[in-house]
């Protein structure tokens, strides 16, 4: 029989040293992604079984009651792939206690981790469409023996053609709370405004990306509010790529997370109408973020995912991803499989209908909100 977690509304004041600087942590286990998430309406529970823990996010269904549980990017894999699987069961049994239906997870945990998968399987948990935007990710492996010499060396050589032409022309402004008190270091630029501006900026940056490749994301409120909050608790860095007149708009930007022994790419955008100018410009915000990754000790350069939607493989040439595939390939970094998202029903009749109610209340609630905004 599988032992009950401890359950708590408040995370215990090591929380983020146990499911974030760890090995194998992820910023969105911390007590900074739980609260953002709290203004969304979420409900947060920390589950702990000695130094061990993890996040779960609670949403209660109308009217059955009842509700789903999400346990995003956890439990993380801080002592490996077996124990996050035996944490993931241990977390699910908890949380049908505490009357959840259904119960999702996407550690990132490499799918070649046999152990993991077999542990889950055989508690109920079946694969899903991820719920984050990728399941795999493309990684370059760092450590003590390599310096910057050794990973720029790495890199294509057109891509560090476009890196040393990027220098001469653009500044790397990095805005990070945790930026050592002798200043941000060789090739980065200290910022002379808050971050809020900056940020500012970036959404409207990404949100261009998106209408050129045809993606959607979350509203400015939703986005740049957690990225404050991230930036505050140090969880994010952001790279802003300026020409060195104050008075242009950036050329491009880049924001990671600082979690687990690595930095890893969460968003890059570029503004359309300068590359050809400045082609090199998110060659050069990669190449810094992983200087900077270097300089902090990390095990490992993150620089994100290319998945191809539904298929949710390496892309091929031709396909939509393959360009960006082929440009963080450039760099060095390696294609790593990772397990993807599962979920368990615990209670199949009412995770149907909660579902089903929960459907029909968010279409009631924008029908009456597009009814109050014509009045």
């Known amino acids: 029989m599988t032992d009950l977690l401890e359950v708590a509304v408040e995370p215990p004041a090591d929380w983020d040293e146990r499911v974030v600087d760890r090995p194998g942590g992820h910023v969105l286990q911390s007590r900074a992604w739980a609260r953002h998430r709290r203004r969304s309406g979420w409900h947060p529970l920390f589950l702990s079984a000695g130094e061990a823990g993890v996040l779960a996010l609670i949403r209660s269904w109308p009217l059955t009651g009842g509700g789903s549980a999400y346990l995003p990017r956890g439990p993380v894999p801080t002592a490996g792939g077996e124990a996050a699987a035996r944490l993931l069961v241990a977390a699910a049994v908890t949380l049908a206690e505490h009357g959840i239906d259904v119960v999702a997870a996407d550690p990132e945990v490499p799918a070649a981790d046999s152990a993991y998968r077999a542990h889950i399987a055989a508690a109920g948990f079946h694969p899903i469409e991820e719920i984050q935007p990728s399941r795999h990710r493309l990684t370059l492996p760092l450590g003590a023996r390599v310096d910057e010499a050794a990973a720029f060396g790495g890199l294509a050589k057109s891509t560090r053609q476009r890196v040393r032409s990027a220098e001469t022309e653009l500044d790397i402004v990095r805005f990070d709370a945790r930026t050592p008190a002798d200043g941000v270091g060789e090739g980065f630029v200290r910022s002379t405004e808050a971050a809020d501006p900056a940020l500012d900026r970036f959404y409207d940056l990404l949100r261009q990306t998106?209408?050129?490749?045809?993606?959607?994301?979350?509203?400015?409120?939703?986005?740049?509010?957690?990225?404050?909050?991230?930036?505050?608790?140090?969880?994010?860095?952001?790279?802003?790529?300026?020409?060195?007149?104050?008075?242009?708009?950036?050329?491009?930007?880049?924001?990671?997370?600082?979690?687990?022994?690595?930095?890893?790419?969460?968003?890059?955008?570029?503004?359309?109408?300068?590359?050809?100018?400045?082609?090199g410009a998110l060659h050069l915000l990669r190449w810094r973020a992983i200087q900077l990754a270097i300089r902090e000790g990390c095990a490992e350069m993150d620089l994100g995912g290319a998945d191809v939607t539904g298929a949710r493989r390496e892309p091929r040439e031709g396909e939509p991803m393959y360009g960006l595939y082929r440009h963080k390939r450039s760099f060095g970094a390696e294609w790593l499989e990772l397990a993807g998202a599962h979920e368990q029903v615990i209670r199949p009749t009412r995770y149907r209908v909660g579902r089903v109610a929960a459907r029909a209340a968010r279409l009631l609630g924008g029908a009456l909100r597009r009814g109050a905004s014509e009045r």
């Open 210 to 279: 998106g209408e050129r490749r045809h993606f959607t994301f979350g509203s400015r409120t939703e986005f740049v509010g957690w990225w404050r909050t991230a930036l505050v608790a140090g969880h994010l860095v952001y790279l802003e790529a300026r020409t060195g007149d104050a008075a242009d708009e950036p050329v491009a930007g880049l924001i990671l997370y600082r979690h687990g022994g690595r930095l890893s790419t969460v968003h890059s955008a570029d503004r359309a109408e300068t590359r050809a100018a400045h082609p």
